[in-house]
């Protein structure tokens, strides 16, 4: 399989084969979707998207985010799917494993009867990626692990910690230069502003983006400046994408046909998803009816009644975004000042999805000519260093620790950052919390946490993700210890003074440092992990 890159004007055919020079250097922004991988490359302000061809020679602007395993070991993309409709088991969506609030990198996946953890199967896609990404024309000449190359990658908005830092190692350790992270749906406000300039003015500077994929649903109010974005808030839901429709019409089909999910080996339900996710591509508004092929029987599902069993799934998108509508215009939901909202996403194509927008909010509602590439297109522009674009983002998500009050007799949550924090960006610093007091305790034992958001009264909002347990000497004679577990908390009544530092980086992790202020002992930790 080669991969190639697509692009919008071909030069006519020469008389003269010229041989190509090496592109150097290479700023290339990719996507990895759920259930597809976007890969796109900046040429001169222009980001066309490389195509990976499949076993039978077709192209194809995506590479499946699917892994099998064969009597070879594991394999991806397309050739997972030729082993899975050949009978291996198949893995769908690790994305949404990631977005788990307990993931860690150890964390298992089962797969054929075998046990994997969900960084080596990440990282070995990956590897697979850029072996691929190796035999493009476009791109030969630039190793993807040096510093030629700039590589910029993406995390939904809503993601914790724990699954931007495993993206980021797996990416690594398949050996790309990764030189920044974004947010999704940020890095869709970039492909708007590219596209859709026009429509941005003095009055109307303000963007919603709506951002629903495979497996994942975000959304983003960014505020425009010429190529100066500034993300005013981030909303999103972990559990609501393309993969929830495909589950749906699914689900449809068997009730049709009379059977339950459990009467399907795992190879019917395989081809059974891999039609449903084809007929739901296929759909356009005009649309009538949808035919699924079942153990030799076509069952016709009518496209209103898919429709109508997906409304709750888009409403669930619409409530989640209805927070950053009301902050359009400083708190009024006066759409004449708002640019455009903006359809992303391979799910946004679904007809149900721009038909409700519009009917909510009307002709500002545009959805990307190219839905599946744009978030891709949008970090091409971010590694494109001569496109000038410039970025201002927020953590998107809440984060404090809980403290023993009174003598241990209550436990308390004290938010530290919220979802409105800013990351650091270039020649810039992010958040940064500084909080100093005496301690009385022999060491410290701190639970932090991240979660959704933070409510009007300081409590964490939503799922909560939590790290592992920090616990830090105060005295002294204690830092020699490997193991602090075992150690009981004393108040002695008097220790030193110590400060706790939370900053916020580039790719929206929490750094944590803390330190003893009478001598200069510190440790610091990015979720849980102490690195200094």
Known sequence: MTPQTTATNRPGKSSRRRKRAPVLPLDIGVDLGTTRTVVCRADRGNYPVVTFTDSNGDAHEYLPSLTALTDAGLVHGFEALEAARAGAPLLRSLKRVLSSPTVTDSTPVELGGRTFTVLDILTDYLRHLRTLLGAVPAL?????????????????????????????????????????????????????????????????????????????????????????????????????????????????????????????????????????????????????????ELRGSAIVIAAPDLYAACVPLIERSLETMSPLVGRLDDGSPDLTEVAGIYLVGGASSFPPVPRMLRERFGRRVHRSPYPAASTAIGLAIAADRNSGYDLTDRLSRGFGVFREADDGAVTTFDAILTEDSVQA????????????????????????????????????????????????????????RDDLSDVAVVRPGFGPWVEERYEIDETGVVRVTLTDLNDGYSRSYVLGRRTA
Do not use: W
């Open 425 to 480: 960006r270039k020649g810039a610093p992010g958040t940064v919390i500084t909080r100093r007091y005496p301690a009385v305790h022999n060491l410290g034992r701190y639970r932090f946490v991240e979660c959704a958001g933070v409510d009007e009264h300081g409590g964490p909002r939503g799922e909560l993700a939590p790290y592992e347990e920090v616990i830090f000497p105060f005295d002294p004679a204690l830092r020699d």
């Open 140 to 292: 030969d000449g630039v190793d993807l692990g040096s510093a030629d190359a700039h590589v910029v990658v993406a995390a939904p908005a809503h993601a914790y910690g724990a699954q931007r830092l495993l993206t980021l190692e797996a990416f690594r350790s398949a050996g790309f230069n990764v030189t920044a992270m974004l947010n999704e749906p940020s890095a869709a406000g970039f492909e708007y502003t590219h596209r859709k300039s026009s429509t941005v003015s003095s009055r109307r500077t303000r963007v919603v983006v709506y951002d629903m994929g495979g497996g994942t649903f975000d959304t983003s109010l960014v505020d425009v400046v010429g190529t100066a974005h500034d993300v005013l808030a981030s909303r999103g839901l972990s559990d609501l994408g393309g993969d929830d429709v495909d589950f749906v019409l699914a689900q449809l089909v068997l009730e049709r046909a009379g059977l339950t999910e459990a009467d399907l080996s795992h190879h019917e339900l395989d081809d059974l998803l891999d039609q449903c996710r084809d007929a739901k591509e296929a759909l356009s508004p005009q649309s009538r009816r949808l035919v699924i």
